[in-house]
């Protein structure tokens, strides 16, 4: 029995050894799951918001195009309302599951910033119908778009941690 008594100190030592170990690697597994758990989100938020963005911006060109048209927007390319129909049809269907898969994903931040953007882009799809197709009231739309679409992409920086990136403002070379 002393002898039990003697190696009692080494014995409990040996078991509270063990159990540190264990919680000590239980403790590291779980931070490291949640890590790569949050990571696995932010990818899934990047795409999110990226999808969305294109989505958007394919339904802004169109207008873009159809604004060219109307002789309201020096784009190349210009697109007649009707031409452009099946176009803008595909673009706002892909437009909505976009939306929704920001809404349930993205930052509320990110999110408004969306929603800013995405009111602007709807009252320049309904531009061709205004009648008078005013190059000022064209180039305000413009502006406000642009100006949305900046805040949304610093909102999305914002929530992933990004660097602050690139207005993507830029004038056009004119050519002499």
Known sequence: MSELIQQ???LIGVV????GSYL???RGDRARFGREREARWEERRLTVYTDYARCLKKTVT?????ASHLG???HPHPLTPEEAAPQMAEALDARDPAWEALLLLGAPDVVEAARAWVVVAMEMEHFPQEGTHSTPVWQALLERQRA???AYYAAVRSDLALPPG???RW????LT
Do not use: F, K, S
Not at 16 to 19: D, F, Q
């Open 148 to 150: 949305c679409r900046e």
């Open 171 to 174: 004038q056009p070379h004119t």
């Open 24 to 26: 000590a690697i239980v």
């Open 72 to 74: 309201a927007d020096p």
């Open 16 to 19: 509270v050894g063990a159990l």
């Open 166 to 168: 690139h207005p993507a």
């Open 8 to 10: 009692l100190p080494a």
């Open 62 to 66: 169109l207008t873009y195009r159809i």
